[in-house]
């Protein structure tokens, strides 16, 4: 069962502003990972889940994450239907992250009232979601749209909250560009958690860069 309502969870995205994505299969990697993104800043992560045993993985990280780590949001992403998203949701997951929109998805958390957050590249699809009752639109993959297509849909749509995956990276302009056109976060893996920084288990790196990253996004909020 969720710890978080969907309202926190929201809330917690507009606070900070960005949604860490990871994926690994060895849980005490993906431990330490958790606790550089945490101690960095960040209070949500997205765990991709798009390996066999996956729900086990998550069930451990989500487990270390309400014992040891308070405050932190665990999600899960690459879900693409229902009966995932239900297993996930037994593991406790606080919300659910499509690649793209789907009716059954958006049911089974509503029913737990679960925040879901559906891939979607068009108007139609975003106000589809919405009137599914989608809090926060996921924009995938970003580097296709851009911050233009956010720019564009704000104006006549401002209340509609967006967070790209894809496309996004740590550098101030690329922020600058998708804050300025009025996203609620964006959505960051492999720009953020690098195979470089795996590959040499520099946690204290990753911690470093999720720290001045999140300061980075604070400051463009403002």
Same mark, same amino acid.
């Given at each position: ?5 969907? *309202?926190?969870?929201?809330? /917690?995205?507009?606070?900070? +502003? ?10 005490? *990697? ?8 945490? $101690? ?24 270390? /994450?309400?014992?040891? *780590? ?6 899960? @992403?690459?879900?693409? $239907?229902? +009966? !995932? ?15 793209? #929109? ?18 979607? @590249? ?6 589809? !979601?919405?009137?599914? +009752? ?32 894809? @496309?996004?990276?740590?550098?101030? /302009? ?5 804050? $300025?056109? +009025? ?5 960051? @893996? ?7 920084? #795996?590959?040499?288990? $520099? ?20």
């Amino acid at each position: 069962m969720a710890k978080y309502s969907r *309202l926190e969870v929201v809330q /917690a995205m507009k606070n900070t +502003g960005m949604v860490p994505l990871f994926y690994h299969a060895d849980v005490a *990697l993906g431990k330490k990972v958790l606790k550089a993104c945490y $101690d960095g800043g960040a209070r949500l992560l997205e765990f991709t889940a798009r390996g066999d045993f996956a729900y086990e993985v998550f069930a451990e990280l989500n487990k270390y /994450a309400l014992k040891e *780590l308070p405050g932190m949001i665990m999600g899960v @992403g690459s879900i693409t $239907d229902a +009966g !995932a998203a239900s297993l996930f949701m037994q593991m406790g997951a606080n919300f659910i992250v499509t690649p793209s #929109l789907r009716v059954d998805i958006a049911k089974v958390c509503n029913r737990r009232k679960v925040l879901w957050s559906p891939g979607c @590249g068009s108007l139609t699809e975003i106000n589809n !979601a919405e009137e599914l +009752g989608c809090e926060v639109v996921k924009l995938f993959p970003g580097s296709t749209y851009g911050p233009d297509f956010v720019k564009a849909i704000k104006g006549p749509q401002p209340w509609t909250s967006i967070m790209p995956t894809g @496309g996004v990276s740590t550098e101030e /302009a690329n922020l600058k560009a998708w804050f $300025d056109a +009025g996203v609620t976060c964006v959505g960051m @893996g492999s720009k953020l958690i690098s195979k470089s920084i #795996l590959e040499h288990k $520099d946690y204290k790196g990753l911690e470093i860069k999720v720290a001045e990253t999140l300061k980075r996004i604070a400051s463009l909020k403002k």
